[in-house]
C-alpha cells in the first residue's frame, strides 16, 4: 500500500500580518498538494477576505471538521478562530492575538494526537498573543514548554541552504546576556545541535563553528575574559564527548571573510549576533527551525510584516521554504530513526594470544580452508 503523505498542520499566525498572503500565494500553485497534505488552522471567511483584498485569483480551499478528514491533492482549512474576527490590516489588535493563539492551539493539540505530522506557523505578534496560556517570548518558548523534555531546552536555528545558525541566548533583552550565558548552557546548545545536524539534516560527523561574545574574541581578555573562562573550556568538554566545535571567532570577521561556508553550522551567543547577518544574507529563503524538540516546527524567517499587509507585496519564498524544510527533516528523522534503531554491538577481540599455528601437512587443515 502507498505511504500516506505527509499532513502539515498550518498556523495563520497574526491575521492583521502577511501570514494568509504568504499562505495564499504559497498555495496558488496546486502542486504542492502534491507533495503533502495541508491543513490550515484559521478561518476560512478570514482567509476570503485576505484573498479580496489581494485581488487573488481564487484559491481552492476545502473545509473539513478534523485533521482526520483532510483530503489529498487539496488544501484545508480548519475553522478554529472566529469566524466574525475583525481584520485591521497593519495593526496589532487584541482579535487578532486572540486568533492566532487559537489556531496554534488547535494544531498543538492535533500534533499530539498523532494526526498531523508537522507544523508550519505562520508569523504572531509577540504582544498581542499573550494570555494565561501564552506567556512567553515567541513560538520557540511555548512548542518548548507544550513539547519539550524535562531538562532539555529547544534549540532556534535559522537556516537557509547550508547555512545553518543557532542561538545559545535567544529573546532576551542584551543587558542580561552575558549574566545568561553560561559552560553549561554553551554545552547544552551544543549537543543540541550536533545532534539536530545529524538526525534533521542527514550530517554524520558535523563541524560547528562557535562565535565569540566579546569583540575580537576578547583580545586574550583585554576585551573580555569570557571566551577564556566560559566559551573554550565548554568546547574542550564538548570534544572529549565527540562534539566537533571550533573558534571562538569575532563575529565580524567570521561572516565578512564567509568563514560560515566551511561549517555545518554556527553557534551565536545572542539573538542579534547571529541573526542580523544570518538575515542579510538569507532573509527572502531564510527558515526558522525549532531543533531539540520530539516534534517538527518551522517556520518564515520574517515577521508580521504590518507595514506591507494587504498591499500584495510581501513573498512567499520564505514560507514556501519552510514548507519544503518541514518535509526534508520529518523525512530526514524517520531515515535516521530506521538507520539508527538497532545499531551493531561494537566488540573488542584480544589477538595477541592468538598464537595457533596452522599445519598444512594434514588433510582436515586443508579441508577447513
Known sequence: MEERLIRVGITHGDINGIGYEVILKTFS?????????????????????HRKVLEMQPVNISVINQAEDAGVN????INCADEESKVELGKSTEIAGEAAFKALEAACNDLKRGVIDVLVTAPINKHNIQNDQFHFPGHTEYLEEVFGVSGKKALMILMSNNLRVALVTGHLPLSEVVQNITKEDIKSKLSVFNQSL??????I???????????????????GKEEETIIIPAMEEMDKQGVLSFGPYAADGFFGSQNYDKFDGVLAMYHDQGLAPFKALAMEEGVNYTAGLPIVRTSPAHGTAYDIAGKNMASEDSFRQALYTALDIYRCRKFYKEATVNPLRKQYFDKGGDNEKLDLTKDDAIDSI
Open 198 to 203: 545529524k538526525q534533521d539534516f542527514g550530517i
Open 29 to 49: 500553485d496546486i502542486r504542492i498538494a502534491d507533495l503533502c497534505t495541508p491543513i490550515i488552522y484559521g478561518s476560512s471567511k478570514i482567509a476570503a477576505y
Open 74 to 77: 487539496r488544501i484545508n482549512i
Open 205 to 223: 560527523k558535523p563541524r560547528i563553528a562557535v562565535l565569540a561574545l566579546n569583540p575580537h574574541a576578547g583580545d586574550n581578555g583585554l576585551l
